[in-house]
């Protein structure tokens, strides 16, 4: 009777052992300082477009990622942009505009980084963690306005 009691407390030990490790993973990510809430502003942009126009910090203003909900694995929020140049062609999914703000979506992936989308426009953007105040950016976009940028934000 011991035998069996001290065996169901094994098990039971295990088992909580074992939910432990997989729900550990999202609360590492926000115990570690990789909590996403917040607004985020560009410090720096390196990238081009379809018809040649660079990305640069004198031919983009402001990028501006606001997320308002993060829990866990996901988050959703807005990106929002302002050109300084009028000779890029950028499209926010609708048409060519010198500023937009679209919403996003997001989660973290099973490497630690951070995949995100912008409804209506098709790109795809991987962000990975710096710091708990930096994180960089890497978006890309296929189709008629294709673009290909790297970007650094900084929490404000």
């Known amino acids: 009777m011991v035998r069996t009691r001290h065996g169901a407390l094994g098990y039971i030990a295990v088992a909580l052992a074992a939910s432990a490790l997989v729900f550990s993973d999202d609360i590492a990510a926000q115990d570690t300082g990789e909590h996403l809430a917040g607004t985020w502003t560009m410090t720096d942009i390196s990238g081009r477009s ?29 990106y929002s942009w302002r050109l300084s140049a009028d000779n890029l062609d950028v499209d926010d999914g609708r048409e060519v505009t010198m500023e937009a703000e679209e919403v996003v979506l997001g989660v973290r992936d099973f490497d630690g980084t951070y ?23 890497m978006a ?12 650094r934000f900084e929490r404000q």
């Not at 660079?54 to 988050?75: M, W």
């Open 50 to 78: 379809w018809n040649g126009a660079r990305h640069t910090p004198d031919t983009i203003e402001s990028i501006v990622l606001e997320i308002s909900d993060h829990d866990g694995t996901t988050f959703a929020g807005t």
């Open 115 to 137: 995949v995100m989308v912008d409804h209506p426009d098709t790109s795809v953007i991987r962000i990975r963690i710096v710091d708990e105040n930096t994180l960089e950016l």
């Open 140 to 151: 890309y976009e296929s189709g008629p306005h294709a673009a290909v940028s790297r970007m």
